[in-house]
């Protein structure tokens, strides 16, 4: 199994600066064959389900503000979220879909200071 | 747009079955290019894929190893919807259990819904 491992646990920042979560692979979620990174970001708020951010790694799902971008490739993956807003409280998920069984980070808390 | 509606008792006493379904709008579970996956959230096991249903010109199913023995995913093409069984729960299986579309490896989830298994 890939065991995805996202750091920090949790952050607080301040309304209007940056984010950044990490997330490591325990092996590649590049395919070579065509060269995409199988690497989701998801967004959970409290009560709700999972919601879809980025995906191949730095490709912004329709309707998510242009705050929201990912970096990364191989093992190694950032999530950043620019001006943080109120509504960025949450916690936010990677996740490899490169094989079965499709697994996911432990998550990252992010608040407001 | 795609929309998932579980459904399904919230609480299951030890040894018996947890059953799930999820009905799709907006999709077919026939669907050539989706998955229709099952996945559960507690806060001992965090977010647990469990498996998955789809048809590339028949049925395939993969499920996650911890559940292997206990798990069985189900279409059911004349209602649109797919199923979820799993067997003999114990506690540990207390989760929010979710119903997902797969995509190119996105996920679209269902609203998910609390199973407490107590007697």
């Known amino acids: 199994d890939i065991v995805m491992t996202q750091s920090p646990d949790s952050l607080a920042v301040s309304l209007g600066e940056r984010a950044t979560i990490n997330c490591k692979s325990s092996q590649s979620v590049l395919y070579s064959s065509n060269n995409k990174n199988y690497l989701a970001w998801y967004q959970q708020k409290q009560g709700q389900p999972p919601k879809l951010l980025i995906y191949w790694a730095s490709t912004r799902e329709s309707g998510v503000p242009d705050r929201f971008s990912g970096s990364g490739s191989g093992t190694d993956f950032t999530l950043t979220i620019n001006s943080l807003q109120a509504e960025d409280v949450a916690v936010y998920y990677c996740h490899q879909y490169y094989n079965t069984p499709l697994t996911f980070g432990g998550g990252t808390k992010v608040e407001i200071k | 747009q795609v929309q998932l509606q579980q459904s399904g008792p919230g609480l299951v006493k030890p040894s018996q079955t947890l059953s799930l379904t999820c009905a799709i709008s907006g999709d077919s579970v026939s669907s050539n290019r989706a998955t229709w996956n099952w996945i559960r959230q507690s806060p001992s096991r965090g977010l647990e894929w469990l498996g998955r249903?789809?048809?590339?010109?028949?049925?395939?199913?993969d499920y996650a190893v911890s559940v292997k023995s206990r798990i069985t995913i189900n279409p059911d093409t004349s209602k649109n919807q797919f199923s979820l069984q799993l067997n003999s729960v114990t506690p540990d299986d207390t989760a929010v259990y979710y119903c997902?579309?797969?995509?190119?490896?996105?996920?679209?989830w269902g609203q998910g819904t609390l199973v407490t298994v107590s007697s």
């Open positions: 997902a579309r797969g995509d190119s490896g996105t996920l679209y």
């Open positions: 249903t789809y048809y590339r010109s028949k049925w395939y199913n």
